[in-house]
């Protein structure tokens, strides 16, 4: 059986703790939905973009969850060695990535942000490279933040090539992303530059989409089409017109 095709992203029962406040919601018909939804499934008109839709900035947990600032990405420069369990942190390796590969992972993780975001943002507030010591525990959890990094053990135990996550509150809103993609397909399979901007649609707040063809469809495979397109344009339209982008550009 082959994996390496395949994404499927697993919350920690930390996160789905964390989530939990958030997921709870059944689903509900238009006339309940948030006015994110709302407005998308006006402008939609086919029912099918209208589930899909749903699916992708709802999901199974009948709630949007937006950004309501810029994201900070943080890439760490070593291997990280996965583990399962409810945890924020995990241990540093002493496999550094070199320079070629760690500007390839931020130029591929900044064009998925300009895409995903629809235009709104075309960089990260900020992006940092960080390198842990060997052994050291390592926290992925950070307010305001995106912490990308190739992990040891992903596809041996979630039997998957990448997970992508994010801690929300009550509300919806986003308070930290993780981007975790599994060491060996992450610096040889080709594809690679789909899996890293699927995981971080989930740390966007993008969910799986099962009735189009999408970049967050749950198999890997599929490039980012206009319904992609069309979708992020939706769950970002909260920051425009009022924000305009030199305000965003200071965030």
């Given at each position: 059986?082959?994996?390496?095709?395949?994404?499927?992203?697993?919350?920690?029962?930390?996160?789905?703790?964390i989530?939990?406040?958030v997921?709870?919601?059944?689903?509900?018909?238009?006339?309940?939905?948030?006015?994110l939804v709302?407005a998308?499934?006006?402008a939609?008109?086919?029912s099918?973009?209208?589930?899909?839709i749903?699916?992708?900035?709802r999901?199974?947990?009948?709630?949007?969850?937006?950004?309501?600032?810029?994201p900070?990405?943080?890439?760490?420069?070593?291997?990280?060695?996965?583990?399962?369990?409810?945890?924020?942190d995990?241990?540093?390796?002493?496999?550094?990535?070199?320079?070629?590969?760690?500007?390839?992972l931020?130029?591929?993780?900044?064009?998925?942000?300009?895409?995903l975001?629809g235009?709104?943002?075309d960089a990260?507030?900020?992006?940092?490279?960080?390198t842990?010591?060997?052994?050291?525990?390592?926290?992925?959890?950070?307010d305001g933040?995106?912490?990308?990094?190739?992990f040891r053990?992903v596809?041996a135990?979630?039997?998957a090539?990448?997970?992508?996550?994010?801690?929300?509150?009550?509300?919806?809103?986003?308070?930290?992303?993780?981007?975790?993609?599994?060491?060996?397909y992450?610096?040889s399979?080709?594809r690679?530059?789909?899996?890293?901007m699927?995981?971080?649609?989930h740390?966007?707040?993008?969910?799986?989409?099962e009735?189009?063809?999408?970049?967050?469809?749950?198999?890997l495979?599929?490039?980012?089409?206009?319904f992609?397109r069309?979708?992020?344009?939706?769950a970002?339209?909260?920051?425009?017109?009022?924000?305009?982008?030199?305000?965003?550009?200071?965030?």
């Amino acid at each position: 059986m082959q994996f390496a095709s395949i994404v499927r992203v697993v919350l920690s029962a930390l996160l789905l703790a964390i989530l939990s406040a958030v997921t709870s919601a059944q689903h509900q018909n238009v006339a309940g939905m948030p006015a994110l939804v709302r407005a998308a499934t006006s402008a939609a008109g086919d029912s099918a973009d209208t589930r899909a839709i749903d699916e992708m900035l709802r999901g199974t947990g009948g709630r949007d969850r937006r950004w309501t600032k810029r994201p900070h990405l943080v890439v760490l420069t070593t291997v990280m060695t996965f583990a399962e369990g409810p945890r924020t942190d995990y241990t540093a390796t002493e496999i550094p990535l070199s320079q070629a590969e760690l500007q390839a992972l931020a130029k591929d993780l900044t064009a998925g942000l300009t895409l995903l975001s629809g235009h709104t943002f075309d960089a990260f507030a900020s992006v940092r490279f960080e390198t842990p010591e060997a052994g050291t525990a390592v926290r992925v959890v950070r307010d305001g933040e995106i912490v990308a990094a190739r992990f040891r053990g992903v596809r041996a135990i979630l039997k998957a090539v990448g997970y992508g996550g994010r801690t929300t509150r009550k509300d919806g809103t986003i308070m930290s992303g993780t981007v975790m993609l599994d060491e060996d397909y992450d610096r040889s399979d080709r594809r690679r530059n789909l899996l890293r901007m699927h995981e971080l649609g989930h740390a966007l707040g993008y969910n799986h989409v099962e009735s189009q063809r999408s970049i967050m469809n749950a198999t890997l495979g599929a490039e980012p089409t206009d319904f992609d397109r069309k979708v992020a344009r939706i769950a970002f339209s909260h920051f425009a017109p009022a924000t305009p982008r030199d305000i965003l550009a200071r965030n």
